[in-house]
Every structure is written in C-alpha cells, then in structure tokens.
C-alpha cells in the first residue's frame, strides 16, 4: 500500500470513530472534529511529529494542542490510529468512568493541556515554544490546531504577537478554517486571505492550503514550516465542517451534533471501509542531553525586626535569592516588573525572564505551558489585572499544572492611582481555583518563606503582596507552613480575636494594643494562609474567645472573613468581619483603610461596638 | 490671535496644568499624559469635537473615551481648558475628597466610562457606536485614546475586529504611539508602519500622523477620518512621552512619576507662558430628535406546575416577551445564542440583537458602551466564558453601569462536556462586583419574574440559569422581589433547613421528602436572590430550626454556602455546605451531581450524618 493510500484509510478509520464515540455519548462535535481529520492525519503519520507514545513525558517529544479542544473525538481517535489507545477505550467517551472526556483534561494521557474554553491553547503553546528554545534549548516542536471561530478571541492575537516577538520557529499554528462557527458562519467565511492578512501583518510566516483535505498539500505546508527561521508559522487551511458525509458536509445547524443511530447508519455507508486494525506509526523523537539542573544554597535572609520593607519587594528578593536553587524557576511579567520587583530576578537570571507586555491572558497561558515542560513559573502583575486572565487560571487545574502567581498592589491600599489599579477580588477568585494554595504574608520574612514553600510544594499557588512599606515583624527562624498561621498576641484571658493579613494585620496590632491600653485583651491571628486554612488554631480561638473580627482589604465576596465563616459554621462562635465595602476611591492609604472601616481606629471602635452590644444581649 | 497660535497656548496651558496637579498630588502620569496633549486639543477645539457642556447628557453630544486612562491628567485639563472645570479644582487632583481621582471614574462629571485597566476603552466605544449607528440612528462620534503598550491587550484587537464587521465609521481610535511603556519600550517602538499595517490587515482605515504634535496635521487627519465611510478609522500618532520639557522626552524611567518641586521648575521655565484664563470653545452638537420610547405591556406567563423547562429556555422566552415592553433593551451574545436561549430575542427584533462572536472582553465592554448610551444591554453567553471577561466587569460599577449579565450553562449539571464549560465560580465572580444584584432562580416562572425585576431596576445584574429541563414550581402570580427569597417546605417542627437554588433546588425538595418519609420534618429555602440576601427569612431558620444546609452546584470559594455562613456569623446556628469540591469531569447529571455529594441522595446521607453527630454531641 502507497503512504498515500495508507494515510487515507487511516482518515477514513479516525471519521467511523468520530461519529461512532459521538453517537455512543449521545452527544459531543463530531462535524467540527470531521474538519481537521487530514490536518492531523499528516502531521501525525507522514513523519511530520515525533513522539514516543511510550514516554509520554520525553523531554523532547513534540507537542500537540487541541486549542479547538470541543475537537476531542478527532484527538482521542488520532491517538488510537497511533495505536496510542484501544478503540474499546475510545468507545467509552464523555461516560463517567472514562478518562476520555468531554473536552481533553490531563486525565488523559496525551493531554498536553486541557482545553474547551475556545481561544487558549496557542498561549499555552508560546509558553512550551519559549521553554523549548531559550530555556531548555531543545528542539522539539509545538503544534497547535485551532479554530477560525476561536480566533476572534483577543487571547489568540496576544499570543501572536508574543510569538513573533520571542521569534518561535519551532511553533507551528493549524488554523482549521471551516467557515462555520457554533450557531452561523464566521465574520470571515471562507476568505483565507483575511485571515492570512492578518496573521502575516502581525508578524507570522504563513502557508495557505487552499484544499484541506488533500494530504500531499497538506504535509508540504509542514515541510515548510519546518524550513522557516525566526518565525512561527500559521498553516491556514480550507476546510469543510462535516467532511466526510455528504449531508454533514459545509451544512449550518450541526454544530455540537452527535448523530443518532439511523443518521449513523447513512454516514457510515459514506465512509470508505477499511481493516479497523490499521494502526500508523508516529517518528520518534531526537534524543538529545537534557540539561542537568544546577542547585545551590540560597543565602539567608538578612532583615531586622521593625525595619519597613514592602512585601512586594520581599518577593523581588526571595526570588532573585532562589532563582539559585530553582534553576527551573522562570518569570513572566506582565509589563509591571519595575512595580512588582520581579525586575529583581530579570537582573540576576535575564535567560529566564520573559517580558509578557500588557498581555496578561497570554501571559498565564504561556506560564501554563511553561510549567507543562517542568518548569516553574512565577507570574507576575497586579492583583487586580490577574483578572483579566481568570479564565485561564480557572482552566490551569485540569493541566496539572505547576504556576505560581504574583499579586502586587492588594487593595485600597494602593492609594492615589485609584479602583482600577486595586485587587479587591483576588483572594476570591484564586481561592475559587480547583486545588489552588493562596497565602498573604503581612513582613517581609514571611513573605520570603512563603514564596520558598511555593517553590517547594507543587500545584497552583497564589501570592498577594502589598505596595506600600510594612514592618518586619518575624525573626528570621520562624517557620510559615502552609495551612499554618501566627498567633502573634495571645494570653489565657483574651476576649476577641482578630484575625488579619496583609495590611490590615498591622493594622489589628495597632488596635489590639489600644484595646488593651482600655482593658480589652485581644488575641491577634495572621492568617497569611488563605487557603489551606489553619482551622484549629481559628477553633481554638472561637473556644477561648467570645468575639471573633476578620479584617481585610478585600471585598466581602469569597475573602478572609466568609472562608473563616464558613470555616467555624460548626461552631456557635460570633464572627464579625470587616472589609472594603464602600466604593472605593483615590486618597491617602491611611484615609482609604479608615474610609472602609479597616483602620486601626476603626477596628478599635467596632470590636467596642460589637462588645457592648453583646454584652447587653447577654444581660 | 490666529487659531493655531490659540490651539498652541491653549497646548501649553494644559501642560502646566499637568505638571502642576501631579506635583501636587505627588504622584501620577504627567509624560504619558503630555504625549496626547496636542492630539486632544486638536479634538476639541479646532471644531471636531461637539459637545455642550452644560448637558453632558445630551444624546448627540460626541464622546471621548480615555483607554489610557492612566492619562487622567490630560482628561481633566482638556475639560478646564473647555472651561467645564475650575483650575483650583483641577489642582485637587487625586485628593480623597475630590472627583478628580487617579483614573477618570463616573464621580468626575465628564467621565464617559471608568478606564485605567488597561485596553478597555476601545471595546466600550464600540459598544457606543454601535448604539448610535444601529439602536438610535443619531450621528454622534465617538473618540478613543489609545496607548501604544495597552495595544498588546487581545481585548484590543476584539473590538477592532468586532468595528470593522459592523462597519463602524462613527468610531475613531487615535493611537498614541509615544514608543515607551511602563518599564521600557514597546515591542515596536515608533515603527508606526507595523501598526498600521496589523490596523489596517482587521479592516480599518488607518491615518498616519508623522508629526504627533503638529496641530494642523493633527486636525486633518481627524477630518480625513469624518470623511471615511464604512470603515473605523484609525489615527496613528508618532509622538513623543513627556513632549514639551526635555528632560523627559523620549526619556525610560519616567513612567508613573510626578515632578518634584524642583523639577517642577524648571520644567515650567522651558513651557510658553499664556494667560492662564485662556479657554476653547467646543462645537455644539447638532440637534436630533431622540426617538420615542414605544411600550406596551408583555403578555403573560403560560407554564403550567410541573411542566419541564429549562431555565435558559425560560430566560430566552422573557427577553423575547419583554422586548416590546424595553424598547432600549438589547442583546448582546457570544455565538452561543442556540445555546444560552438569546436567539428568541433575536427572531423577534433582529435590529436590537447583536452577535458578538467568540470574543467575551469586547462584548462585555461594549454592552457597557450601550449601557452609558442609555441602553438595557442582556449580555450572554456561558457562566464559565464570562470569566474571560472579569477584568471588564469588575471595572463596569465605577461607570455607574446598567448591565445585565446571563450566564448559562452553570454547574456539574450540564454533564457530559465537562469542566470547561461548567460555571463553578460564577456566583462568586459576580457577588465581588460592587453593588451587584447576583438571582438563580429554579423554574421557569421565577426566572421570568427575576428577569422582570433585573429590567426595572437599575444596575449591574447577573443571572445564572441551567442547561437541562426543571419542573415547574410556582404559580403565575407569585412574585419574585429582589432580596427576598421562597420558603417551599415548612412546619413549626422543622428541624433541618435546606437552602439551596437553581438545580439543587429540585435536590433539596426530593431529599426533603424522603427525610420528612423518615421522620425528620424539613424546611426548604430557595435562595433565588443570591445577592442581595434575604437574612430575615435566613435567621427565622436558624432560630426555628437546629441545622442549616446549604447545597450548591458551584465550588466553595464565594458561594452560596459562604454567603450564608457570612450572613449569620452572629447566630450560633451550626451550617454546613454542600458544593462542588472534587474536581469535576464528564458524566450524566446524576452521576455528577451524586459524586459531588449534592444529588437528593447524598443531602439525605449528609442530613442524617449530622444529626448523628449532633445529638451524640448534645448527650
């Protein structure tokens, strides 16, 4: 049998296998899967991708994102036709008990990265492009099949842009463009030469493939993208959506369509047979030396009690500190580095700092993509403009994957630049990540320890940090474990507890030492671990104490005070909890915290307010 | 004096004013904003800009949107040298008390629309003109400044992508390409050519401004855009950060800072001085007449009890129903109209839906274009997808938005796709925007009515609704106030509270019945106003009943359960919730709901469990 021939009836397989998992499921996007069939078949199998389906985790095996991830039947089948995965095992798709899902998670063996929210997968691709050439400097490369309905994400654009800045030839985007998106055509259609304007104008080599189907032109483009130096390459291919069966082909109204068992019966027919135990084979991967990671001793911390440092800068330095010992450790920043003090790293390590610009979903992505290629990246830009990217951040779990974020600038006070700039909503949104570790260190000794127990335990974790200068208040032995917490005032007679971090820790010293002067002995908690919570010592304190008041600079929504409600909601404890709750505005740290409710004073008159208005309920 | 040598003192004025307010600030952006100053000017005084002052509500008036919004300063003396604001005010600059904050919010009386996240503002001034264009038809323009660093925001090239499709020609962005960003240059520089070439390759016409700070150049170039039909057009400036004192031209390290006093004088030695009581003139805008407001009264309701719907199909339904009752009401999607249900809207008044495509940023912040163009914008798409655009909602508030957000396919319920289009942290992401009014009603009638409510109340909204088919609950004239919530099931020996909304909602009542078949008499509360709370109902059952359970199909973080521990941390009830903790995968409903522990059958295990160890701990 020809390569021709062979190729062929390998794409005819994949097509029985798209619409027999689908219908099976009873549901999932066989049309869209149907469009990309030969793009993938000649990657895969005319000796085009390199990988060892044995040693999934190859240092130096291609890698292949389904950034269109609703494509997953095509996904799953290609790795059987690679004999990857039984045809038994993909027949189980979208059921409870299957590692095939829905949309691919790193459930999956092959998964590079999870996908399904449309628009994300090329960033994640620039970050394993950029690992591979400057960090690891090894060749492997990254291919990413994409939809034109997608490329209306702005995500995509920034992703382009930072490719062709960072000169990624060894990454290669498939652009599907099968003219029909989930409810109508595309703003394009099928005018290839838009998309290829657009492509080329931001920077991109680009190979049109005006017949989608056929394979020879198909496995030329990426013979050529192959030859191509100092530029990524977007293969735009036109395709049809359904293709394969005649009343599937180019036809609206299929999108997200399995068919059902008569529809199957009809488009089978249409579909060449072939022996189903036809299996391709993929080319191996290079091998080459991977780099042997140097380790040191990081130098020991070197801050006085009581000397003020923001906690922002105790990141610069813990990083530039480990970036030593982590010689994996890399750092993207979006724009901000000179705010975030990540610029701290970028003067002692500038091979593994990667300037992302004013991009922050491609950003995120490209960390995730960086840390599917073990490394570690820390990610950095204000609290509040992590926003900007949550989507990808609630997406990174399903990846596994390894990302450390950087919050700078925490709340009201930031002072005169105003609400934009402020992250109200941070602690909520990173606690909200599925398996995610989220700490708010109030000195800059514990703001070093946690970002050493960061780079020590692996998973999603999220660092906030403050602008402005705070105290140090911990000696240098002291130990911060995560899910651990401070009691940093404490006697046998203590009425109220408060319960602080960041800014307003300082800020319940203050008040704690003048509720004391009045007579009022008050335990104080830094709760520099969000999430895990160190609940006994909160029940401790919900014992031992009749009041409790969480103070943060924070919305109400899913921060310090509703975790630890909802931590003590077995207790019959009374919990208080103070945060920014007013509109905030530009002004003076001092006036914004007192502004909320959050100052020293303020903190001071509540807990006053909350006491004799308990104590006349207990009369 | 000639008009040029006018326009020029009036340049000079405004750059003192800069320097001077943010020297007395201590802090700002006087170089980015000094860059601009001859691009505004020309705007507004050389007759190209039509406003009246004394009405800046006025529909036709034009609109100035500051996408670098960080150029505040320049905003509000641009407005002093239109003799709208007082000098001594100006030099408030930033000061607690004042509405000339840091970013231009909705305080300060000419702000159009909050910025200063940046890479927003060119999306809300399509959503602006679009609304004159399509919904009004009244002819104003709308301008937007542009940075050249913020142009990396995907978000950008969304709305330019999304202007070009609607042939948006009352639109003109003015690109303020001065080369430096926050830490140092832009990934292009001052290479205008590659700008206009990627502006031009997303279907705009581009106007090249070689000289940035040529008045005339300036004004012709703003005429050549007025001229062009059917097409965005684009200025692209070469100028020059921190022009007119040369110790900060074209000069890195400047970003972000205010002079000091010293530097302050000697900065002004090298600006022209004029009469400071110099003033332009702006251009009246032409007169229209506003269309009439036609209402008339929506039909009625016609489910019957029982019957199976979807809450999406419920919300679909009311939007079609209503819009003869809002004749401002619009829809905006994100090509998922056949799936979120907005297609009814669409069928029925084609001319007030607009397809958004796969770009959530610029649908959000063009619905909150529309908004501030007193509009009722329904924004929808997928919980999860809304996501992308947190940046843009979090920012909506601080421009006094009217915005209702719908966001479907929420839970582990919608099975089979998977967790990346399952919203988990939705209800959380929403709660956090301030002010905002969060409803997951259960039936279809409820979610009618709370669409009727979020219609007659002002402000940012957010509505979740469910993919699979709800039995119908309540009757036709039952109402559904904002705040308050339904109690389903009560006696005066209830011993446990369910509360609960949306899909585990139909959970509770199932497993109420079977534990009130076991001998445990249950209350059941569905919580259809998330935020706000209804704390009244909430607290007669924590003082009539002795366990509270909340069950969610949302994580944890900012939930349903957290808000409800918050609420009545000053009761001694015991809570405990019940919500997606495990990591979601592919499945049907029931298996998922069940592995989730929030199926009818696992409420009932957990009720039993902790009246177990309750009693044990009473004994």
Partial sequence: MTQKKKLQQISANIRRWILNCTNRAGSGHPTSSMSAVELMVALFFDGHFRYDIDHPRHYNNDRLIFSKGHASPLFYALWCAADAVDEDDLMTYRRFDSVFEGHPTSRFRYTEAATGSLGQGLSIGVGMAMSGKYVDEIPFRTYVLIGDSELAEGSQWEAMQIASEYQLDNLVGILDVNRLGQRGPTMQGHNLNVYQKRIEAFGWNTVIVPEGHNLSEISEAYQQAKRCKDRPTMIIAHTIKGKGVSFLEDKNGWHGKALDDEQLKQALKEIEEVPTDLRGELKPPQEVNFPVLERSQPEELKYEIGEKIATRTAYGNAVARLGDKFSNMVILD??????????????????????????????????????????????????????????????????????????????????????????????????????????????????????????????????????????????????????????????????????????????????????????????????????????????????????????????????????????????????????????????????????????????????????????????
């Avoid at 901000?336 to 991009?359: C, G, L």
């Avoid at 999603?460 to 651990?484: M, N, Q, S, W």
């Avoid at 002067?517 to 335990?523: D, L």
């Fill in 334 to 619: 979006g724009e901000v580095s000179n705010s975030t003090r990540a610029e701290f790293f970028q003067e002692q390590f500038p091979e593994r700092y990667f300037e992302m610009y004013i991009a922050e979903q491609n950003m995120v992505g490209a960390a995730l993509g960086m840390a599917l290629r073990e490394k570690m990246p820390f990610v950095s830009t204000f609290a509040a403009f992590f926003s900007r990217a949550f989507d990808q951040i609630r997406m990174s779990p399903y990846s596994g994957a390894n990302v450390k974020f950087v919050g700078s600038h925490a709340g009201v006070e930031i002072g005169q630049d105003g609400p934009s700039q402020m992250g109200l909503e941070d602690i909520a949104m990173f606690r909200s990540v599925l398996g995610s570790t989220v700490l708010y260190p109030s000195d800059a000794v514990s703001t070093e320890r946690c970002v050493e127990q960061m780079a020590n335990r692996c998973g999603i974790a999220y660092l906030r940090t403050t602008r402005g200068k705070l105290p140090v208040l911990y000696g240098r032995d002291e130990r911060f474990p995560i899910g651990g917490s401070k009691v940093l005032r404490r006697s046998n007679d203590d009425q109220v507890t408060l319960i602080a971090a960041g800014v307003t820790l300082h800020e319940a010293l203050s008040a704690a030492d003048e509720l004391g002067r009045s007579g009022v002995s008050v335990r104080v908690i830094d709760l520099y671990s969000v999430k895990p919570l160190d609940v006994e010592t909160l029940k401790a304190a919900a014992r031992e104490t009749s009041l409790l008041v969480t103070i943060e600079d924070h919305f109400a929504a899913g921060g310090i005070g509703e975790t630890v409600c909802g931590a003590l909601s077995d207790t019959s404890i009374t919990i208080r909890s103070l945060c920014v709750s007013m509109r905030p505005r530009s002004g003076t740290t001092e006036q914004l915290l007192d502004q909320q409710g959050i100052s020293a004073g303020k903190i001071v008159e509540a807990v006053k307010e909350s006491i004799t208005s308990m104590t006349h309920s207990w009369q």
